[in-house]
């Protein structure tokens, strides 16, 4: 049963192309007012799943409600123009012969002149771009591009908000600010929002639920807090940051690294250990370790370090700077609270 405040309800989404599985039984809950922020790398579904719970696409298998009607399932079809959805594409598909205000205007045919137009301006004040209103699309940065997508996406005040990649088209510096702006009309608004992105760091920054996908399949969601934190899947956990592999057995309730003794949780076969390079500290004293390169990423200082009983030298990030060459022997140590235990899993990577 669908509590009340579902926006969107998904339940064993299944899509196939051929032999290609799109979507494989994707089953999620999004709250009214939630942001969820689809993540995943290229191919792995996010795009088919937007299309189809805007009902661009059918469903092989599964259902998808909507405000607690049902949408697209077994014997349910409603078509993408009466799901009251609005949709904002990567290259933002503004109609390049009307004005901004007719741009935004589109979408309003049902409503009387009077309401139109004060839809329009309601809208451009809010998104603060009234002074474009009569611009054309190629006189528009990308920025405002972008503006001018998001007015039109929401001046229909859909039930929920479909954005495909959003922000990838802009600059570096840009992109932060009006990924900001735009969340932050978003939720003043309270629209339910579903955004695509292959960003890990930007599915922390925008979502209140992260939805990782891996070749089809929902691998986890939670928080991004969660996610990141404490993450289900090596898969997860390698996916939002850069993991050290520790080579690892257990042996009555203790793991045995290279790295020292920790405790572990009760489980059976040999367990995947993962280390933050930032749980790993250079020390006065502590395992000893060769330093094997630094480098400087800006504020953060890389030092790759050899340490006996593991293959590959691991890789160490903090803010501090250390006079260090390769070659030079150190000691490192461990954060033993951040050391990540997994149950054996099958790992894609
Ligand atoms: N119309 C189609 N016909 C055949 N295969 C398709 C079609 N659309 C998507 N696919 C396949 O389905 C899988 C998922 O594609 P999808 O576009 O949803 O991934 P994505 O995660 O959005 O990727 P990207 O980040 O590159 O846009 C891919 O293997 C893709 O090749």
């Given at each position: 049963?669908?509590?009340p405040?579902?926006?969107?309800?998904?339940?064993?989404?299944?899509r196939?192309?051929?032999?290609?599985?799109?979507?494989?039984?994707?089953?999620?809950?999004?709250?009214?007012?939630?942001?969820?922020?689809?993540?995943?790398?290229?191919?792995?579904?996010?795009?088919?799943?937007?299309?189809?719970?805007?009902?661009i696409?059918?469903?092989?298998a599964?259902?998808?409600?909507?405000?607690?009607?049902?949408?697209?399932?077994?014997?349910?079809?409603?078509e993408?123009?009466?799901?009251?959805?609005?949709?904002?594409?990567?290259?933002?598909?503004?109609?390049?012969?009307?004005?901004?205000?007719?741009?935004?205007?589109?979408?309003?045919?049902?409503?009387?002149?009077?309401?139109?137009?004060?839809?329009?301006?309601?809208?451009?004040?809010?998104?603060?771009?009234?002074?474009?209103?009569?611009?054309?699309?190629?006189?528009?940065?990308?920025?405002?591009?972008?503006?001018?997508?998001?007015?039109?996406?929401?001046?229909?005040?859909?039930?929920?908000?479909?954005?495909?990649?959003?922000?990838?088209?802009?600059?570096?510096?840009l992109?932060?600010?009006?990924?900001?702006?735009?969340?932050?009309?978003?939720?003043?608004?309270?629209?339910?929002?579903?955004?695509?992105t292959?960003?890990?760091?930007?599915?922390?920054?925008?979502?209140?639920?992260?939805?990782?996908?891996?070749?089809?399949?929902?691998?986890?969601?939670?928080?991004?807090?969660?996610?990141?934190?404490?993450?289900?899947t090596?898969?997860?956990?390698?996916?939002?940051?850069?993991?050290?592999?520790?080579?690892?057995?257990?042996?009555?309730?203790?793991?045995?690294?290279?790295?020292?003794?920790?405790?572990?949780?009760?489980?059976?076969?040999?367990?995947?250990?993962?280390?933050?390079?930032?749980?790993?500290?250079?020390?006065?004293?502590?395992?000893?370790?060769?330093?094997?390169?630094?480098?400087?990423?800006?504020?953060?200082?890389?030092?790759?370090?050899?340490?006996?009983?593991?293959?590959r030298?691991?890789?160490?990030?903090?803010?501090?700077?250390?006079?260090?060459?390769?070659?030079?022997?150190?000691?490192?140590?461990?954060?033993?609270?951040?050391?990540?235990?997994?149950?054996?899993?099958?790992?894609?990577?």
């Amino acid at each position: 049963m669908t509590s009340p405040q579902s926006m969107l309800v998904l339940s064993g989404v299944t899509r196939y192309f051929g032999n290609v599985a799109a979507l494989q039984d994707v089953s999620l809950e999004l709250g009214a007012g939630q942001v969820l922020c689809l993540v995943g790398h290229s191919g792995c579904g996010k795009s088919t799943l937007l299309r189809a719970i805007a009902g661009i696409e059918t469903l092989d298998a599964g259902s998808i409600a909507i405000d607690g009607a049902p949408v697209s399932g077994e014997g349910v079809f409603v078509e993408p123009e009466h799901r009251r959805i609005g949709f904002m594409f990567q290259d933002y598909a503004l109609f390049p012969h009307l004005s901004v205000w007719d741009n935004i205007g589109f979408g309003l045919s049902q409503l009387t002149r009077g309401e139109r137009e004060s839809r329009i301006s309601n809208v451009l004040g809010r998104i603060g771009i009234e002074s474009l209103a009569d611009r054309y699309p190629h006189m528009l940065s990308g920025g405002e591009q972008q503006r001018v997508a998001l007015a039109r996406a929401l001046a229909p005040q859909p039930r929920l908000l479909l954005m495909d990649e959003p922000f990838s088209n802009l600059d570096r510096g840009l992109r932060d600010r009006v990924r900001q702006e735009t969340l932050s009309i978003v939720r003043d608004l309270g629209t339910t929002a579903v955004v695509v992105t292959h960003d890990p760091e930007e599915a922390l920054a925008i979502g209140d639920m992260v939805a990782l996908m891996q070749k089809g399949k929902l691998v986890e969601a939670g928080t991004g807090e969660r996610i990141y934190d404490a993450p289900w899947t090596t898969y997860a956990a390698r996916f939002f940051s850069r993991m050290n592999v520790i080579p690892a057995r257990l042996s009555a309730g203790v793991l045995e690294t290279p790295l020292g003794r920790f405790p572990a949780p009760a489980l059976e076969g040999v367990p995947t250990v993962l280390l933050r390079p930032q749980s790993i500290i250079l020390r006065e004293a502590g395992i000893a370790a060769t330093i094997v390169d630094r480098s400087v990423l800006g504020e953060i200082e890389e030092l790759l370090v050899a340490v006996s009983g593991i293959d590959r030298p691991l890789v160490v990030r903090g803010t501090d700077r250390h006079d260090v060459r390769p070659g030079d022997d150190v000691f490192i140590s461990v954060n033993a609270h951040e050391v990540m235990i997994f149950p054996q899993e099958a790992d894609p990577n």
